[in-house]
C-alpha cells in the first residue's frame, strides 16, 4: 500500500492536473526516409545516438535527452514504432497518433526534394486536429535550390515550413531555435532546494520523543540565525548544525509546545505534522521502540510518502528494547511497513546513543530524493527488462512499453508511454526494479503511464 503511483479509481493514469511537467517530449514524425534518425542525431550532436540494431530492444531505444539554449528536452524518435501496423500509410498516421499521445510538440519531417505526398497530408490532418504546436522540418534542404523548395511546404498550413540539412546541419540552429519558441514554459521553481540549508520534519505521535531528540541535537549546536548568510528563518524553525553542515529543522516551535500542552488536540497536532512534511524535504518519522508500531505511525509514515518526501525511520527509546521486543520490531516492520527503501536508524534521545547516525540516514534520503536517471539510460533499462519479463498477456492482447522518461527528481517521477493499460502488480514489478538498478534508497517514487487508446 505504500506503492505510489498516479492512478485514480479505476486504475486510469492520472493525466493533466498535475502542471507542466519539467522535461517535454518532442517527437519526431515523418515518413520513412525523409531523414528522422539522422536529424536525431544532428539535434543530438554525437553519433553514439544511431539507434542500436538490438532486436526486441531497438524499438525500445527511441528517446533520448536533448539540450537547446539552456532547455531540456526529450527528443523521441518515432521511426521504429509500431510494428503492429500494416502499409505505409498505416505506419506513418499510427506514429502520428501516438506522437500526438505521448508528445508536447512534434516536429514533422518531410523531404523537399519529395514534397508533401498524400500520406503526408493525411497525417497533418492528424497533427492539426490534435492542437499541438508543430514544427515543419523541410529536411534535405542542402543547398539554395532545396531551401527553395521548402517554401512549397507552406501548403501544409502548419505554418513556415524550417529548411535544414540534418546530413550537412545547414539550418539546423533555426529548425532548434522554432522548436524553442514553441516548448511549453518550464515550470515555476519550487522553493529553492539549493544554497540554503536542507529542511528536516522531525514528526510522530505524541511522546515519542521528539522533543527530547530535537533538544539532543540542538542542545549545544543551535545556530545562531545571523551566522548564517542570506537565510530567513521562518520563526518556527530551528536551525541546527550537524555534521559539518546547518540544517533547517522544520515547526520546531510546534514540537516544543507539543510538551506543555500534555493533551493537545489531536487534529491539530496531525494538520502540523502534515504541513511540517509538506515544507521539509525529508521527514525522520520518530517510532517509540518500546511499544508496537500504531495505526498513528502508519498513517504518518504515510503521510510522508503521499507527500514525494524522503523518508528515513528512526526507533527512539532504545534503550528501553530487550532481546524480545527486538525480535518483534522486526516483525512488525516485515509485516506492517512496506517502505524497505527508507534508511532505518535506532536512537536513544534520552542517552544520545546513536543519535550521531541521523545524518547520513538523512544524506541518503537525500540523494536518493534527487537521484536522475538518464533517458537512455532508462529506456535501456526498460528495453532489457521488457525482453526478460514481458508484461503477461490478458485476453490475447499484451500492453507494450514504448518508452520512459524521467521528468522529475524531489522526488523521482517516471512517465511510462504504453499501448495499454499496465496491470498493478507489473507497475509494482518495475517499480522494484528501478530501485534495484538506480537506487532511489528514502525516496518514494512515483511511476504514470500515458496510455495510447
Ligand atoms: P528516416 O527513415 O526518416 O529515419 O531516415 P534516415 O535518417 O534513415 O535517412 C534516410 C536517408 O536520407 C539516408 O540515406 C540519409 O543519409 C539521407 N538523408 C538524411 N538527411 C539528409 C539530408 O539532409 N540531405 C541528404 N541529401 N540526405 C539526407
Ligand atoms: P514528544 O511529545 O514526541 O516531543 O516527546 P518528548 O520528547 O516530550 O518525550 C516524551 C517522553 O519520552 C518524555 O518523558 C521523555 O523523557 C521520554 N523519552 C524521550 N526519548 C527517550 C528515550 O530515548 N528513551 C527513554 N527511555 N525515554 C525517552
Redesign the pocket.
Known amino acids: 500500500y505504500f506503492d505510489v503511483e498516479e492512478f485514480d479509481a479505476e486504475g486510469m493514469p492520472v493525466e493533466g492536473g498535475e502542471g507542466p511537467e519539467d522535461v517535454p517530449v518532442v517527437a519526431v514524425v515523418g515518413r520513412p526516409n525523409v531523414g528522422k534518425s539522422t536529424l536525431v542525431n544532428r539535434i543530438l550532436g554525437r553519433r553514439e545516438a544511431v539507434v542500436e540494431d538490438i532486436p526486441g530492444v531497438t524499438r525500445d531505444r527511441v528517446a533520448y535527452d536533448a539540450n537547446w539554449r539552456g532547455r531540456r528536452f526529450t527528443l523521441v524518435d518515432t521511426g521504429g514504432w509500431d510494428p503492429e501496423a500494416r502499409g505505409f500509410m498505416a505506419r506513418v498516421s499510427a506514429q502520428a497518433e501516438l506522437a500526438v499521445a505521448a508528445a508536447d510538440v512534434v516536429l514533422y519531417v518531410l523531404d523537399v526534394t519529395v514534397g508533401a505526398t498524400d500520406v503526408d497530408e493525411a497525417v497533418v490532418k492528424i497533427l492539426r486536429r490534435s492542437g499541438k504546436p508543430v514544427v515543419v522540418a523541410a529536411n534535405k534542404a542542402d543547398d539554395q535550390r532545396g531551401e527553395a523548395d521548402s517554401t512549397a511546404l507552406w501548403s501544409l498550413g502548419l505554418g513556415e515550413p524550417q529548411a535544414v540539412s540534418a546530413m550537412h546541419g545547414r539550418g539546423s540552429g533555426d529548425l532548434l531555435d522554432a522548436l524553442f519558441e514553441v516548448l511549453p514554459d518550464a515550470p515555476a521553481e519550487r522553493e529553492p532546494t539549493t544554497g540554503g540549508p536542507r529542511r528536516i520534519a522531525l514528526v510522530?505521535k505524541?511522546?515519542?520523543?521528539?522533543?527530547?531528540?530535537l533538544n539532543r541535537l540542538a542542545g549545544e549546536e543551535r545556530v545562531v540565525v545571523d551566522e548564517v548568510a542570506g537565510t530567513t528563518v521562518d520563526p518556527v524553525d530551528e536551525l541546527v548544525e550537524l555534521g559539518g553542515k546547518t540544517w533547517r529543522f522544520i515547526d520546531t516551535a510546534g514540537?516544543r509546545r507539543?510538551?506543555r500542552e500534555a493533551s493537545g488536540h489531536e487534529y491539530y497536532a496531525s494538520l502540523r505534522t502534515s504541513a511540517a512534511i509538506e515544507r521539509a524535504e525529508v521527514a525522520v518519522v520518530?517510532l517509540d521502540a518500546s511499544q508496537p508500531l500504531s495505526e498513528q505511525d502508519l498513517r504518518i509514515i504515510t503521510n510522508v510518502v503521499d507527500a514525494g518526501r524522503g523518508l528515513v525511520l528512526a526507533f527512539?527509546?532504545?534503550?528501553?528494547v530487550d532481546e524480545e521486543r527486538r525480535l518483534r520490531i522486526e516483525k512488525e516492520l516485515d509485516r506492517q511497513v512496506r517502505v524497505r527503501w527508507a534508511p532505518r536508524i535506532n536512537v536513544?534521545?534520552?542517552?544520545g546513543w546513536h543519535v550521531d547516525r541521523l545524518v547520513r540516514a538523512i544524506e541518503t534520503s537525500l540523494g536518493g530524493w534527487e537521484t536522475r536517471v538518464s533517458t537512455a539510460q532508462l529506456n535501456a533499462f526498460l528495453g532489457r527488462l521488457v525482453a526478460a519479463n514481458p508484461h503477461p498477456l490478458r485476453g490475447g492482447k499484451q500492453p507494450r512499453i514504448l518508452f520512459g522518461t524521467q521528468p522529475q527528481t524531489s522526488p523521482p517521477k517516471f512517465l511510462l508511454f504504453t499501448t495499454g493499460f499496465l496491470e498493478a502488480s507489473y507497475r509494482r514489478f518495475i517499480e522494484r526494479r528501478l530501485r534495484e538498478e538506480f537506487g532511489f534508497d528514502g525516496s518514494p517514487i512515483m511511476i504514470s503511464l500515458k496510455v495510447r487508446e
Open positions: 510522530g505524541p511522546n515519542v520523543g521528539k522533543s527530547s531528540l514540537i507539543r510538551v520518530l527512539n527509546k532504545w534503550d528501553l536513544s534521545a534520552r542517552t
